[in-house]
């Protein structure tokens, strides 16, 4: 992930804990860790999530038909890097 994505994944991975946090009603005075919060709740990391999406998507569009306009850019993208230089 570049820069901006994993400052996108950390921001979301904060507000998230925090509610998880009010969801299980914890005082605001007990300090607990994202890490204590997320084992408690059961909830895996956003990171993961975002990883799993972004694999399924690639998925979809690796599966599409040749002709798809989503298809072709890909194509397009991955032939263009593997150009000799």
Do not use: W
Not at 12 to 20: D, E, F, S, V
Not at 40 to 46: D, I, N, R
Not at 51 to 58: A, D, H, T, V
């Amino acid at each position: 992930m570049d820069q901006n994505n994993k400052v996108l994944v950390r921001q979301g991975q904060t507000h998230l804990t925090q509610g998880i946090f009010v969801i299980l009603r914890f005082p605001y005075s007990r300090h607990t860790s994202n890490a204590e919060v997320r084992a408690v709740s059961g909830c895996l990391p956003l990171s993961n999530t975002v990883m799993q999406r972004r694999l399924r998507f690639f998925g979809h569009i690796v599966c599409s038909a040749p002709n798809e306009d989503h298809h072709c850019a890909v194509a397009a993208v991955i032939h263009c890097s593997q150009a000799p230089a």
